[in-house]
């Protein structure tokens, strides 16, 4: 497993931009499809997008298509989601993750950050 480190999350205005990071230690980081996932309140854990191991592919839930990327940077053992255009309805504690194959399926992701806390105002 990888120890995963999110940080970046806050209060944004809808429409507003915001970057969320993820710092890994521990295993080879360039081995692990890297993915954001996401839970509002009361509602179950969902992905977000995800990146391939060696960031050559992406992929990412309709909802947040055209508005989110996710990049990473094997030298560094990051991977950031970059949330431009976002709306309330993005409020959640986004989570990253590690996992071993490129998939949107939560199963797939045995490591996880913390979560940070991100708040879209209206």
């Known amino acids: 497993q990888v120890q995963l480190v999110e940080s970046g999350g806050g209060l944004v205005q809808a429409g507003g931009s915001l970057r969320l990071s993820c710092a890994a230690s521990g295993r080879t980081f360039s081995g692990y499809t890297m993915a954001w996932f996401r839970q509002a309140p009361g509602k179950e854990r969902e992905f977000v997008g995800a990146v391939s191991w060696s960031g050559t592919s992406t992929t990412y839930a309709d909802s947040v298509k055209g508005r989110f990327s996710i990049s990473r940077d094997n030298a560094k053992n990051t991977v950031d989601l970059h949330m431009n255009t976002l709306k309330p309805e993005d409020t959640a504690v986004y989570y990253c993750?590690?996992?071993?194959?490129?998939?949107?399926?939560?199963?797939?992701?045995?490591?996880w950050g913390q979560g940070t806390q991100v708040t879209v105002s209206s």
């Open positions: 993750a590690a996992g071993r194959f490129y998939s949107s399926t939560l199963n797939n992701y045995d490591s």
